[in-house]
């Protein structure tokens, strides 16, 4: 869908994911980085070479969406909240010929999921655990170290992401998008996966114990 719309679906404690997943993840940023590449290289469309491949990236991820649908006969809230906002985001470049929207949205993106999460935890809540309970089955005590963990993540990218777009070209700050900022999300779940794979073993064998007595 995109690099931050990957960060939270890669999210996942770390488990091997098909073809068809990366594709749907990496697609539309993929085509957006290749597409401006190319057009800023020929002379009719340089000037415009942004914001043709704005459009790109948006109709890729409409794509990605529909592709969605109909291989999983759904479309995760996560890839739904990221295909408005790069609708949304890539609308207003489009409208105000003015690359920083599109630029801004992963900053935004990063900040409405470090909202999501801690205000789900401080409200007694997890909804890192409602979003991924399904691949594993670890403690609470896990869970909220995970959210956490993700949250300051997530804020990292954000920073991140700010300090590019405000000390680099536009050519630079798309170019990290598929060669620094999704390696970074790949480093971060492997590093969590010990701790995932650690508990989610413990939580499986404790559940296949024989009951006492039985």
């Known amino acids: ?3 931050d719309l990957t960060a939270l679906d890669t999210a ?8 068809n997943q990366l594709l749907i993840d990496l697609g539309p940023v993929a085509a957006y980085v290749v597409a401006f590449n190319i057009l800023q290289r ?7 070479a942004v914001y043709i491949a704005t459009g790109v990236f948006m109709v890729a991820t409409l794509i ?5 649908w109909f291989k999983h006969k759904r479309i995760p809230p ?9 609708t949304a985001f890539g609308a207003l470049t489009l409208a105000f010929r003015d690359p920083t929207f599109i630029q801004v949205k992963p900053t935004v993106t990063y900040v ?3 909202v999501a999460i801690v205000g789900s935890l401080l409200m007694g809540h997890n909804i890192w655990k409602l979003l991924f309970s399904h691949a594993f089955n670890l403690p609470d005590k896990i869970w909220r170290i995970l ?3 993700w949250a300051g993540f997530f804020a990292f990218q954000a920073v991140l992401n700010e300090v590019i777009r405000n000390t680099q070209t536009f050519e630079f700050w798309l170019n990290s998008r598929p060669f620094v900022v999704f390696p970074l999300v790949i480093v ?3 590093i969590n996966t010990p701790l995932v794979l650690k508990h989610a073993k413990e939580e499986e064998e404790e559940a296949q114990a024989p009951a006492p007595g039985a």
């Open 112 to 114: 409405f999921y470090v």
């Open 78 to 86: 996560v890839l739904i909240v990221t295909g408005v906002l790069v």
């Open 12 to 19: 996942k404690p770390f488990k091997q994911g098909g073809i």
């Open 1 to 3: 869908m995109s690099e």
């Open 147 to 149: 959210a956490w963990r």
């Open 188 to 190: 971060f779940a492997v």
């Open 64 to 68: 990605a969406l529909a592709y969605s």
């Open 42 to 48: 020929i002379e009719s469309t340089k000037d415009d």
